[in-house]
Structures are given as C-alpha cells and as structure tokens.
C-alpha cells in the first residue's frame, strides 16, 4: 500500500530565504509525482508535474526533483516571498489508474 | 482559475441527514473526481466518473455515492450523515486519457452536528 509523507507539517522561515519540502513515497512503482499548492477558499493548485521517466521540473521560483529508487521528491523554493505562505502538498500516482496518493502537506509561512 | 466549481461553498448538516453537493467541471473534461480531505490531512480519494459511470473508488461506503452529467456537471450525494463525514470535499476534473494534471474546484467545507 503506497504512503505518502511529507516532513516537517510546518516550517516558518523569514523572506527572502531558500527553502526545501521533502516528500517520501513508500512504493517506487509511481507514474508521476505532482506538488500541489493550498490556500484557504481556494482550492488546489497544481505547481509542478514529473513523470515517473523525468528526475526534475522547474518553474520559476520553484524546482521539483525526484528520485524514485530512494522514494522521495523535493521542492526547493528560490528566494520565498510572503505570497508563498500556504500549504504545500504532494501527491503520487499510482500505474494504470488515476487515483492520487497524497500527503499531509507542509504549511509553509513566510514572514515579512 | 482553474475553471472548476463548487456548491455550496459551506454547509451545516445534523447526524443522519443527507447532503448533495455539486461540482461543475471544464468543458471537455469528461472525467471527474471526488475527494475528502479531513483537517490537517492530505485528501483522500472517494471515487472517479468517466463518461457519467464511476470507474473508480476508494475505500468509501456505498452510502458515499455520485452522478455525472453530460453538461459536465457532477454531485456527490452522502446518506445517513456521520460527524466524521465533515471535512472539506473536493472535486477534480481531467481530459480523459490525459496524464496532466487534474484541476480542483475550491471545494465544499461540510459540517455535521
């Protein structure tokens, strides 16, 4: 059964900082792997994509890597604004179906 | 904008009750799915529609239920309401046969008492 973790559940760090959210999957068998951003009323905002063939995704700001053989992905955030406050979540699909395996989520704060 | 949305955007129901919420999808993306996402969880997946049948489902009881239409529109119908059942509920809808991403509606908040 595939487990998705993501740690820390909470991270507050100060403008202008790099940062990293980590996401581990217990099973490599995945299709692709997608960061997800949350934010109060409005919903879920897909970030970044990577298919199960790619080892990173770039953005922006944001970069996603991946490494299957280990179980994890990063999301590295360049330079955090206090507009990135929210929190991020990843989610792994599973081969041949469409349902998304997710993770807790990180909450992210960024102060002025 | 993702081009999804939702109704109600709240809701207050009683234990035993039944509830319907609606979730109105792009046009074109004939697939739609449900999740249920608990306070402080990640969501978790309730069931898929594809073409107006499920094709799809998560470990959810049969009192969990759905429909789909062909105007892209969908509901989530739940029976005999419990107070785990408030969480907030999402919708998602794809291209079919599409690996893109799926795009959420900004989700129903329900409450049970």
């Known amino acids: 059964k595939q487990e998705v973790t993501q740690i820390p559940a909470a991270l507050s760090v100060p403008e202008g900082e790099n940062l990293v959210l980590n996401c581990s999957f217990t099973?490599?068998?995945?299709?692709?792997l997608q960061w997800f951003r949350q934010d109060p009323g409005k919903g879920l905002t897909s970030l970044l994509l990577i298919q199960s063939s790619q080892r990173e995704q770039t953005s922006g700001r944001l970069n996603a890597s991946l490494d299957k053989s280990s179980g994890r992905s990063t999301l590295y955030i360049a330079a955090s604004q206090p507009g990135d406050s929210a929190t991020y979540l990843c989610a792994v699909r599973r081969d041949s179906n469409y349902q998304l395996i997710w993770g807790a989520g990180t909450k992210l704060i960024i102060k002025p | 904008e993702t081009g999804v949305t939702q109704s109600p955007t709240h809701l207050i129901k009683t234990r035993g009750q039944q509830v319907t919420l609606r979730c109105s999808s792009q046009s074109g993306h004939n697939t739609v799915s449900w999740y249920q996402q608990a306070l402080g969880q990640g969501p978790q997946f309730i069931f898929q529609?594809?073409?107006?049948?499920?094709?799809g489902r998560g470990n959810f009881p049969p009192r969990f239920s759905g429909l789909q239409f062909p105007n892209y529109s969908s509901e989530l119908n739940v029976n005999a309401l419990e107070l785990d059942d408030s969480a907030l509920y999402l919708c998602a809808s794809q291209k079919a046969g599409s690996t893109d991403t799926q795009y959420f509606g900004p989700g129903t908040r329900l409450t049970v008492l």
């Open positions: 099973d490599s068998a995945i299709y692709n």
């Open positions: 529609y594809y073409r107006e049948e499920e094709n």
